[in-house]
């Protein structure tokens, strides 16, 4: 093949790749973190411990249970006792183990809030078997109350599916391809540099490229922190929702920084291995 033809393929294939960068880092991410349920749980596990998450929690929990109950000059007094209860046990194992009962029961809403396919409601978390533990607590702790305390399935809102958008967009079709887009990506790479006339030049090259993907992506997902949190409604946990965009994004963000850091890396051996081999052919070198 001559080279008039080897140079036009080689570049239009090298740029097909660089673009499969970021979109293959976010389809294989929304495939085995975010449609996976096992994956999607131990993503979110680690917010059991997260303060705010707590926090958010221990407040939902404790404006369900002071509507159901009337204890006249008293409320503000049992208020903070009730959120202190539920502050407290948060910090437990069997807190944990209920945080990823709901999550597990939760997935389906996330999936289809990111594929936009929900009716525009809340992803949200049904705290009821939170309340029931509360409730057992209060009781033992010989709290009058604590047997007219219903369990009720009281929700804690995560994210706003209408906040979603910009992410749903695409998403299913991301989840189909899967790993078939970082594969197609690193193949069209190789196929390029091999078409390259100048195959170092062209390995750089698309080091750098892959880089810049990578800057890209990570960026975005600082972009799409703030695009997504800017609009919640007044009876989200700020605070809490930022942990759960973080949690789910993590991935993502330190993929990115990765293929930058990779990138730069190749890019300059390649540069300095070219540069060497040119000073040892050149005259001066002999």
Known sequence: MGDVFRRPLSAVLLVIAVLLVPLGTL??????????ADAYVATMAPLASDPDVGDAVAGAVTDSVMKEIDVGPLQGTVESFVRDAVRSFTG??????????????????????????SDGGAVTIDLAPITEQVKRQLGADGVPFAD????????????????????????????????????????????????????????IRTALGAAL??????????????????????????????AVYDALTLTLSVAGWVILGVGLAVALAAWLLRRRRAEKSSPSGV
């Open 92 to 117: 437990t194992k069997a807190f944990k183990t209920a945080w990823n009962a709901a999550n597990r029961a939760a997935h389906d809403a996330v999936q289809d809030a990111l594929s936009d396919r």
């Open 213 to 242: 993907a990578g800057a890209v992506l990570a960026v975005a997902v600082m972009v799409g922190r703030g695009l997504t949190l800017d609009d919640l409604p007044k009876d989200v946990s700020r605070p809490a929702a930022e």
């Open 27 to 36: 389809s294989t991410w929304a495939k085995y973190e975010i449609e996976d």
């Open 148 to 203: 007219r305390i219903p369990v009720t399935h009281t929700e804690v809102t995560l994210m706003e599916s209408s906040d979603l958008g910009p992410f749903g967009k695409g998403f299913h079709m991301l989840q189909v391809a899967g790993l078939w887009l970082p594969v197609a990506a690193v193949l069209l790479a190789v196929a390029g540099i091999f078409l390259a006339v100048h195959r170092r030049r062209a390995v």
